[in-house]
C-alpha cells in the first residue's frame, strides 16, 4: 500500500481538485488490462471514455508512435509534412468526406465544427447575424467556455460565466422541438447520436434520421459529435449510421488517437470546408507528423481487426446478459456496441460505491451522472474476458451500496 498511499497524497497535495478518481494508481496497460503501483491486475471497461478503443499500448500504434519519433514530430502548419497528407486522405477514403482538418483535442475539434457552421450561415446560407445553432438537454460537448455556455449542467457552468450566446437548448429526443425552433438565423443542430457523458442516454428510434431531414429541408448543417460514440464503439465505424445517416460535419477524436496521442479532426465536404482561407483557423499541434502517424496506425488497427462488426456482436451479447442478471438495484440496462449504461435504481443509492466495489474485485468503471454506471471496455475485448468477470459484476450489483448521507 506504501506506493498507492504516496501517490495518492501527492494528487491531493498538489493537483487541482477537478476530478473525483477512484483511489487506484494505475502504473502499467496492456490490451484490456491495467495494472496499479502494487502489481495487481485490474480489467479496463472505461477505457479513457473511449479514447482506448484498441486497447492499451497497442504494437502496432505504439510502432507507429516510435518510428515516427525517431523521424520528426513538429512542423507546425507554417510547413508541409509528409505524415498529414497520407492520414487525411486515408481518414476521408475511410469516412467518405472530401475534407478533412486536423487538430488535437475533442473540445479544439467541437470549437472547429462551431466555427465552419457560422461561417457557412453567414457566407452561403445568407444568415446576416447573430447565427444560431440547436443543442440538446444533457450535452457533452467539451469544457471551453463556449462549449460550457451550451451546456445544461449547472455544475459545468457555475462560476464561468459570461457565457457565449447563439445556442438554443431543446430537449434530446424531441424533432418536433426542433423543427418549431428553426427559423431564418439557424445555422446547425449539433448533436451526439449517444450521450455518453449524460449516462449513455440512446434517443428514441429514428430521432437522428428525422433529425437530418429537418435540417435538410430548412437548409441547416447537421454537425454529429461522434468523439465518443464513433471509431467503432457502438458496432459500426460511427453511430449515425444506424439510422443511415450521413451528417454535413463529423467530428471525431478520442479512439482516433489510439489512446497514445491526443488526435482530433472534423470532416466534411469542400463547399462547407472552403469557409476556412489561409489564416482563418488553426493550430499549432493540429495535424502533426507524430499525430499524422499514430492517426493512421488507429484507423487501421480499426479497420483491419474488423473492431466495429466484434464491438457489436460481444456488445449485445454483454448486454443480454447484464438484462439477464436481473439485479434489483438495477433500472436499466441500455446502449449499444459496447457503450453500455447501467442505470441504478433510486433506491439502489449513487452508482460510486458500486464502482469502488467493483474496483475492489479488479474491475474498472466509473459513475456518470450519478446513478449511473458505464462499461465501455476497449474494443478488442474477448467473449471470455467479459464472462470472467460476470460473476463479480454480479456480486457488486446484487450487494447493499445505498450509504447513508453523512
Ligand atoms: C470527450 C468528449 C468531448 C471532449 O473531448 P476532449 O478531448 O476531452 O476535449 C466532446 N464531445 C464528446 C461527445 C465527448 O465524449
Known sequence: MKWTQQNLEEAERYSAHNYHPLPVVLARGEGVY???????????????????????????????????????TLTSRAF??????????????????????????GAEAVETAIKAARKW????????????????????????????????????????????????ILPYGNVGAVAAAINERTVA??????????????????????????????????????????LGRTGKLF??????????????????????????????????MSVFTPGTHGSTFGGNPLAAAVGMAALSVIVEENLAHHAHEIGSWFMGRLRSLHAPAVEQVRGRGLLIGVVLKKEAGPARPYCEALMHRGILVKETHERVIRFAPPLIIKHQQLEEVLPAIHEVLLQEHAVPAH
Open 121 to 168: 450561415g453567414y457566407h452561403h446560407k445568407g444568415v446576416h447575424r447573430d447565427a444560431e445553432i440547436i443543442v440538446f438537454e444533457g450535452n457533452f460537448h467539451g469544457r471551453t467556455t463556449t462549449e460550457i455556455s451550451f451546456s445544461s449542467e449547472p455544475l459545468y457552468r457555475e462560476g464561468f460565466g459570461p457565457f457565449t450566446p447563439g445556442f438554443r
Open 80 to 105: 508541409h509534412n509528409d505524415r498529414m497528407g497520407p492520414f487525411l486522405h486515408m481518414l476521408c477514403d475511410l469516412t467518405g468526406y472530401e475534407r478533412a482538418l486536423p487538430m488535437n483535442t
Open 34 to 72: 491495467v495494472w496499479d503501483v502494487e502489481n495487481r491486475r485490474y480489467l479496463d471497461m472505461l477505457s479513457a471514455y473511449s479514447a482506448l478503443n484498441q486497447g492499451h499500448r497497442h504494437p502496432r500504434i505504439v510502432q507507429a508512435l516510435r518510428d515516427q519519433a525517431d523521424r520528426i
Open 189 to 230: 443542430v449539433l448533436v451526439e447520436p449517444i450521450q455518453g457523458e449524460a449516462g449513455v442516454v440512446v434517443p428514441p428510434e429514428g430521432f437522428l434520421r428525422s433529425l437530418a431531414l429537418r435540417c435538410k429541408e430548412h437548409n441547416v448543417l447537421l454537425i454529429a459529435d461522434e468523439i465518443q460514440t464513433g
Open 239 to 272: 453511430c449515425s449510421e444506424w439510422e443511415g445517416v450521413r451528417p454535413d460535419i463529423m467530428i471525431v477524436g478520442k479512439a482516433l488517437g489510439g489512446g497514445v496521442y491526443p488526435v482530433s479532426a472534423i470532416l466534411a465536404d469542400h463547399h462547407i
